[in-house]
């Protein structure tokens, strides 16, 4: 099972390309609504959530965490002290951390991304503490996936799809949604 923070301000495709994508290849996952059952992305969209932060439980049945950016949304994920637990837990257990656009850094601020290579949203390479930074849409090493920004959004769920499952389904998938790169 795999956790999604939402709060406030997070940007709304970084969000929801990953969740349909891993959500039609049957991977189990719950939206977490971090400022409240119901969240609003950068661009006024509302999402109910799943579950609230209160809910969310870190056992053997966590596969991973995603991190959509945006802001004040990667603000708010980093203020809250369940999204530091599960970041913590995740990394503990070598489980998959995976954020997008400014929410590496939450990772970099942690120091997290030492010596792991990395990407991130223009102006936040700074934040990525002793991270090898890299320019590219989608970086994965070790347990860590991260990308650039919204327009990544569907190579990061595939890129999240492959690490859960394999290539092979990630591009069976991205074929079945005609997705061209």
Do not use: W
């Amino acid at each position: 099972m795999i956790y999604l923070f939402l709060a406030d301000g997070f940007e709304e495709c970084e969000a929801l390309a990953p969740l349909d994508i891993l959500r039609r290849a049957q991977i189990e996952v719950l939206t977490v609504g971090v400022t409240g059952k119901t969240v609003k992305g950068a661009h006024g969209v509302e999402i109910i959530a799943d579950i609230q932060e209160n809910e969310v439980v870190l056992d053997n049945t966590l596969q991973g965490i995603i991190l959509p950016g945006g802001m004040p949304g990667t603000t708010n994920l980093e203020k809250s002290k369940t999204v530091q637990k599960a970041i913590d837990y995740a990394a503990d257990n070598k489980l998959l951390i995976s954020a997008i656009c400014a929410a590496p850094s939450i990772l970099g601020h942690k120091g997290l991304l030492k010596n792991i290579k990395a990407t991130c949203f223009t102006g936040f390479e700074k934040d990525l503490t002793g991270a090898f930074v890299c320019d590219c849409p989608v970086v994965c090493d070790g347990i860590f996936i991260t990308a650039l920004s919204a327009g990544a959004a569907f190579d990061f769920g595939y890129e999240i799809l492959s690490y859960l499952t394999d290539r092979k389904t990630a591009d069976k998938l991205k074929k079945q949604m005609h997705f061209t790169e």
